[in-house]
């Protein structure tokens, strides 16, 4: 039987919104499109519809008849050199999933515990002696490796190496222009990657270890090489920068609100800090969708093969939340923030983060320095549509500099 037609209204277009906008203060864009158009068209996104609301968030997220993942288009497979399992539907996105899985397990995690702590004491170790210190590349930064190089199961490669391949994945994920420079990068990116990986996997098929790499080298239901190598290519360009980027903004929300950072510091309670510091900036601010099916929702008409955005970083300030979602507190109810997404590609890696970022990252700094303080309260600034965080976090150690 033939599906019976749908009606709705035209997606309304807004055409004063500019990408400089979405990337200063995107929080007072979203504010006002989830009170007057929950849904529309963005000029400035190439007229490209998107969902501000929680609940629309959600359904795009999770409504798998009329949105999916699967997109042959975007730029994020040749940069990627091949379809991740995030750009996958039904079993073989489950496939892969799978394949990745026990390394996420809590079990599994644990076991990284004593590595995560040794890589935090040795980063604080060495800015004890100074007096003002950037915590984005003194801290954040470095942890980030650190910890990914552990939980990825890949000891050969440098430091600043890991960002430059996550950098370079996702400007090339994000070339719609095609920009031969931007894919010359991505591409030279992924000729380094694809050798460190597969120098390990041979290690992995003899000694397997609780790795992400050793997990999918060593799946019970066994996917191809290409697939292992681009699937440890999202956990480098979907983890790398947000980890920095979510301990930075959690840092600043808890140094700029000194009564909630001595709520945390008294009841060694950091996972309140921890879930509002995600909730408050989102680190993936939007993720795509493709309509699968048209459909109407808000009395709109949505059309079948578009490529929509869900903006989870809206969705986040969203009424649910209560009043000043703006502001950061940590004693708001943040259970349904959605920055490690939600439905079938819900991110596998956010029990990791809560690990480093709740268990010990937050615990050991604040420890070592109790008296830590923002050093010029007005200098950090935000930036970013996609992804967000603070650019830098100057800070004082002590009283006494
Ligand atoms: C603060 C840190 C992180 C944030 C904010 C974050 C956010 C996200 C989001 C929003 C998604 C869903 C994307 C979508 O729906 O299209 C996602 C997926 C994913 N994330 Fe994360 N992530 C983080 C850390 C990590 C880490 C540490 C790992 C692995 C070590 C990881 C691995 C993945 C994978 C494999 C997927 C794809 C899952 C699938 O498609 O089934 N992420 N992440």
Same mark, same amino acid.
């Given at each position: 039987?033939?599906?019976? &037609? ?19 203060? &995107? ?21 490209? +519809? ?5 609940? !629309? ?33 039904? @079993? ?24 995560? %702590? ?15 210190? /950037?915590? =984005? ?12 190089? @552990?939980?990825?199961? +890949? ?6 190496? *890991?960002?430059?391949?996550?950098? =370079? ?50 799946? #019970?239901?066994? +996917? ?10 999202? @956990? +480098? ?15 600043? $929300? ?5 009564? #909630? ?16 510091? *995600? ?5 993936? #601010? ?35 939340? $209560?009043?000043? &979602? ?22 596998? $890696? ?12 937050? &615990? ?8 830590? %303080?923002?050093?010029?309260? /007005? ?19 002590? !009283?006494? =500099?």
């Amino acid at each position: 039987m033939a599906d019976t &037609p749908i009606s709705g209204g035209e997606v309304p277009l807004d055409a004063f919104t500019t990408f400089e906008m979405l990337e200063d203060n &995107p929080v007072a864009v979203y504010a006002w499109l989830r009170k007057t158009t929950p849904i529309v068209r963005l000029k400035a996104l190439g007229g490209r +519809i998107i969902f501000t609301k929680a609940k !629309d968030v959600t359904r795009v997220k999770t409504d798998a008849e009329h949105f999916w993942s699967s997109d042959t288009t975007t730029p994020m497979q040749r940069a990627f050199g091949g379809h991740t399992l995030m750009r996958k539907d039904g @079993c073989q996105h489950l496939r892969e999933r799978h394949a990745m899985e026990p390394a996420f397990t809590p079990e599994y995690l644990e076991n990284w515990s004593a590595a995560f %702590k040794q890589i935090t004491d040795n980063l604080l170790d060495k800015i004890v002696s100074q007096e003002t210190v /950037d915590l =984005a590349s003194a801290f954040a930064k470095p942890l980030s490796v650190g910890y990914l190089k @552990c939980v990825l199961g +890949i000891d050969d490669v440098s430091s600043g190496h *890991l960002f430059e391949w996550a950098n =370079a994945l996702v400007r090339g994920a994000m070339n719609a222009g095609n920009d031969p420079e931007i894919f010359f990068n991505s591409d030279q990116a992924n000729t380094e990657m694809d050798e460190c990986f597969d120098k390990m996997i041979e290690q992995y098929q003899i000694s397997p270890d609780k790795s992400v790499l050793s997990a999918m080298v060593n799946a #019970q239901s066994p +996917i191809a090489l290409s697939q292992v190598r681009t699937n440890m290519k999202i @956990c +480098i360009g979907g983890a790398v920068i947000e980890t920095r980027d979510a301990l930075l903004s959690t840092l600043y $929300g808890l140094l700029n609100n000194p009564e #909630q950072l001595r709520y945390c510091i008294d009841t060694n309670n950091w996972s309140i800090a921890c879930e509002e510091g *995600l909730r408050w900036v989102a680190p993936i #601010q939007a993720s795509p969708r493709i309509v699968k099916k048209a459909m109407v929702m808000r009395g709109l008409y949505i059309p079948e093969g578009e490529t929509v955005m869900a903006v989870q970083g809206s969705a986040n300030h969203d009424s649910e939340f $209560g009043p000043e &979602p703006e502001r950061f507190n940590i004693h708001r109810n943040t259970k349904l923030h959605q920055s490690f997404g939600e439905g079938a590609h819900a991110c596998l $890696g956010g029990s990791v983060y809560r690990l480093l970022v709740a268990q010990i990252a937050l &615990p050991k700094l604040f420890t070592r320095f109790p008296e830590l %303080k923002i050093a010029q309260p /007005d200098r950090t600034s935000f930036k970013g549509f996609a992804f967000r965080g603070p650019k830098d976090l100057q800070v004082r150690l002590s !009283d006494k =500099a």
